[in-house]
Every structure is written in C-alpha cells, then in structure tokens.
C-alpha cells in the first residue's frame, strides 16, 4: 500500500516479493559498512514482518522506497516507533538503508523530507530523533541537511551490541516540529 508519494519515489508498506531485492541490497558491503554484518534471508524476511507489524500498530516503519517510474526497491526511508530499548525513549526515529547505486542522487533526502513531513503532520509527533555510529559522515551530513542537530549529551552504547563492539557508540540527533525546516514541518 502507498503511503507517501514524492515526484521521484513511492513510500510504502513492504510485501514478501521484496525479500530478494532487500536481500541483495544487504550484501553489499558499501550498505553494511557501519552496520554489524550483511542479513541473512531469514533475517530479511523477519524484518518485513517486524515493519508491516510496526506499521499495523502505530501507521508508520521503515517504508519500502520504491521508484515511481520503475517500481524498483531503492530500500527503505521511514519512521520507528520505539517505546523502550534505548536510553532517550520513547521516541520515533528516522532511518534509511539504500542500494549503494542510489546514494548521491537526493533519493534518501527526498524520502526523508517526506517521511519528516508526514511524521509531523500525519502522525502529530513532537520530535523525531536519528542515530548512527560517528563515523557514518555520509547519515550525519544528511541528518543535518534534515535540519536536525546532534544533542552534544545524547551519545550512547547501542544496547543491541555489546558495548566493546566497534560500532556499540552512536550519536543521537534530534529535530522537534517546531524546528524543522518548513517544507518538513507541514504539508506543502
């Protein structure tokens, strides 16, 4: 089912057919490079279920990012209700994975932009935050071009890793509605 609709993409509720596609994305070492590992089909499969359960609950999760002219599986762009798990919940947070062959192009910016404006104003969220390991530039340069800032006190030991793994410190950065850039903040 079509959520978000932007000139280029399509944001949507994922179906089984996607599991190949997901897959071949997670094997690219590029996409996986501040990531633990490459998935799994099992752990693909597991999830698309997790994602279309998130999206019955609370109407949003990591959409399918699929692009209009072709249908193609891009990877996702979507929002992450978490009510607990993480030092700074509950929140929602913004995240994207995307083909390597995408990166550059204003793909995961425009489906940002999207799913912000859709959090904000679909959804009636306050605050969305994003994390990810500081070595990640490329998801901080976005994170900021989102208008979102790195909350200095906020950096923390991601509890799904242990906390000497190498990629255990993430930094938290924060967007409220009321900060956000306008074309985020409300339908245009």
Request: with cysteine; hydrophobic share 45%.
């Amino acid at each position: 089912m079509n959520i978000i609709q932007t000139p280029r993409l399509l944001l949507r509720t994922w179906e089984a057919s996607d599991a190949q596609a997901f897959w071949e994305l997670n094997q690219d070492p590029r996409v996986t490079e501040f990531l633990p590992g490459p998935l799994t089909m099992a752990q693909v499969e597991a999830f698309i279920a997790s994602q279309q359960d998130l999206y019955a609950r609370s109407g949003a999760c990591y959409f399918a990012v699929t692009l209009a002219a072709s249908g193609e599986l891009a990877g996702f762009v979507g929002l992450k209700r978490h009510e607990a798990g993480l030092p700074f919940a509950p929140c929602t947070d913004i995240g994207w994975r995307l083909a390597a062959r995408y990166w550059g192009q204003g793909v995961a910016g425009e489906a940002a932009r999207a799913c912000l404006r859709f959090g904000f104003t679909e959804l009636g969220l306050s605050e969305i935050v994003s994390f990810t390991v500081p070595a990640n530039l490329r998801s901080r340069a976005l994170m900021e071009k989102l208008g979102m800032r790195e909350d200095s006190g906020g950096a923390f030991a991601h509890p799904a890793l242990a906390a000497e793994h190498p990629l255990s410190r993430h930094l938290l950065y924060r967007l409220r509605s009321t900060e956000a850039p306008a074309g985020a903040a409300r339908t245009a």
